[in-house]
């Protein structure tokens, strides 16, 4: 059954920023399918259909974006949220691991990506946001792979935005702060842990679960979305809260090696 109302598609709804976000689009007027990997174990939200999908899985995203079209007629609105963390060095995970997180916070956006844009080429408009971080801008220690594939969302997006805007679609980024959600709980743990990291990796651990705990609410994150799907002059970036905003300002004015400085001084580490 074709619909009039515009369509969004959240990856990643079952919980968090996703939750928040497929529950703001749809108090916005959107029609809006939410993922999760097992929907069975999601609880009803009203006015959101979920759908089955691992963003890991090409046969996966592609069977899902095929179920919307032919549910709903058209996607308008793709959010790419679906993710997780990690923490540890880097010496510290296999490579192997560093793939798995890749192959949900970067290939798995480039997968959903993929499968939606000849509609959205077809239909002469969308939107494509991608949800990144504060990570996806400044880096962080202990967190090496998860701000690694934050940063190769930025540089993808920004590129791939120039490529279709002519086609009536933009690819916008989404950078929250610390935001208090499941995601501290489904942290990857490295697998190859080493000694001599120990002390420093379980201070860094700290800073996430206090900053996680402290963070903002995911609604904050959900509207700063909202904006990005509706906007009618979009922007390439939009922060998600205080910190975001804070950071992505001093990011830009604050000389490299005082950055540095700070950097350092944040984690405790020795200068
Ligand atoms: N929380 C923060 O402090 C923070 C800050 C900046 C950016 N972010 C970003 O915000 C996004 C959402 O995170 P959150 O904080 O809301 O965490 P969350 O509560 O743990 O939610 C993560 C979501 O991703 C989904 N997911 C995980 N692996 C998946 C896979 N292979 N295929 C499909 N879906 C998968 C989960 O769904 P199922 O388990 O149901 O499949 C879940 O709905 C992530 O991209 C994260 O990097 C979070």
Redo the contacts with the bound molecule.
């Keep these: 059954m074709a619909t009039r109302r515009a369509v969004a598609v959240v ?9 928040a976000t497929a529950l703001e689009l749809a108090a916005a007027g959107f029609d809006v399918v939410g ?4 929907t069975s ?2 609880a009803a939200l009203d006015g959101i259909t979920f759908l089955d ?4 899985s090409d046969a ?1 995203v592609t069977a899902l974006i095929q179920q919307v079209i032919d549910r709903f007629g058209r996607i308008d609105v793709l959010v ?6 990690s923490t540890g060095a880097a010496e510290e995970s296999s490579l192997v691991q560093d793939q798995n997180i890749f ?3 970067v290939f ?1 956006v480039m997968r959903t990506t993929k499968a939606v844009l000849p509609h959205m080429r077809a239909q002469g408009r969308g939107r494509i946001i991608n ?5 996806g801008f400044i880096p962080q220690p202990y967190m090496a792979v ?1 701000v690694a594939s ?1 940063h190769a969302l930025e540089g993808y997006s920004e590129s791939l935005d120039h490529e279709v805007r002519e086609h009536g679609v933009r690819v916008l980024l989404v ?12 942290i990857v743990q490295p697998d190859a842990p080493l000694a001599v990291y120990a002390q420093q990796r379980r201070i860094a651990d700290q800073l996430v679960a206090d ?2 705990k402290g ?1 903002d609410a ?1 609604v904050t ?1 959900a509207k700063a979305i909202l904006a990005a799907a509706t906007d009618s002059t979009p922007k390439l970036r939009y922060t998600a809260g205080p910190l975001a905003g804070r950071l992505s300002l001093l990011r830009r004015i604050v000389p490299a090696r005082a950055f540095d400085r700070q950097i350092r001084k944040f984690n405790k580490l020795a200068s």
Excluded at 80 to 85: E, H
């Design positions: 990856t990643g709804a079952s919980s968090g920023i996703g939750r993922t999760s990997r097992n174990k999601v999908l691992d963003v890991t996966s790419n949220n679906a993710g997780i963390g192959d949900i916070n798995g949800t990144s971080s504060i990570y998860y934050k950078e929250p702060g610390a935001t208090n959600t499941a995601f501290e709980g489904n900053a996680v963070g995911p994150v």
